[in-house]
Antibody
């Protein structure tokens, strides 16, 4: 069974860069026809798609975050990563990584990132 | 950008009731519509994909329908375990979630 696990700092200072990694087990991150995505959820609010990467390496970003977001992959470690620059308190959220073929069937448990000085 | 609008935002129903949640897209999404269930402190769970395809292992009381820009999630007989927030998501052009519908049990 595919499993995804987010990891990274739980606290980031305003104006700094948020960096998270999603480690994939039970399957290859190079598997064809799958999207690997990042989704976030501010406390008490709804889900927001951040960006996705196709197995081929193509990336897609939420237009509202595009200038600050980078998704990359490390196939040797079976991981993919999220970088979000110039964070503010509005970026405080639970961040999820997920895999799917459009819809997302497999999700990590999520990791809370708080932006605060 | 494609906007997704869910209604209602909250609903309260009794065990055994038939429950319907609506999701409207700002433009046609070619049935690339998924429904998720999320319980507090948990990751979302995929229920329906491609508007009406039931994900493996999901109880048959859940069903999805619709086309074009109007879609519905129906729970045919509400169960206590169905208390959760439900989200629609389009994946025709990038990805967008609806704002969620909280389902409460009376």
């Amino acid at each position: 069974q595919l499993q995804l696990q987010e990891s990274g700092p739980g606290l980031v200072k305003p104006s700094e860069t948020l960096s998270l990694t999603c480690t994939v087990s039970g399957g290859s991150i190079s598997s064809s026809s799958y999207y690997w995505g990042w989704i976030r959820q501010p406390p008490g609010k709804g889900l927001e798609w951040i960006g996705s990467m196709y197995y081929s390496g193509s990336t897609y970003y939420n237009p509202s975050l595009k200038s600050r977001v980078t998704i990359s992959v490390d196939t040797s470690k079976n991981q993919f990563s999220l970088r979000l620059t110039s964070v503010t308190a509005a970026d405080t959220a639970v961040y999820y990584c997920a895999r799917g073929s459009g819809s997302y069937k497999f999700w990590g448990q999520g990791t809370l990132v708080t932006v605060s000085s | 950008d494609i906007q997704m609008t869910q209604s209602p935002s909250t609903l309260s129903a009794s065990v055994g009731d038939r429950v319907t949640i609506t999701c409207r897209a700002s433009q046609s999404i070619n049935n690339y519509l998924a429904w998720y269930q999320q319980k507090p402190g948990k990751a979302p769970k995929l229920l329906i994909y491609k508007a009406s395809s039931l994900e493996s292992g999901v109880p048959s009381r859940f069903s999805g329908s619709g086309s074009g820009t109007e879609f519905t999630l129906t729970i045919s007989s509400l169960q206590p375990d169905d208390s959760a927030t439900y989200y629609c998501q389009q994946y025709n052009s990038y990805w967008t979630f609806g704002q969620g519908t909280k389902v409460e049990i009376k």
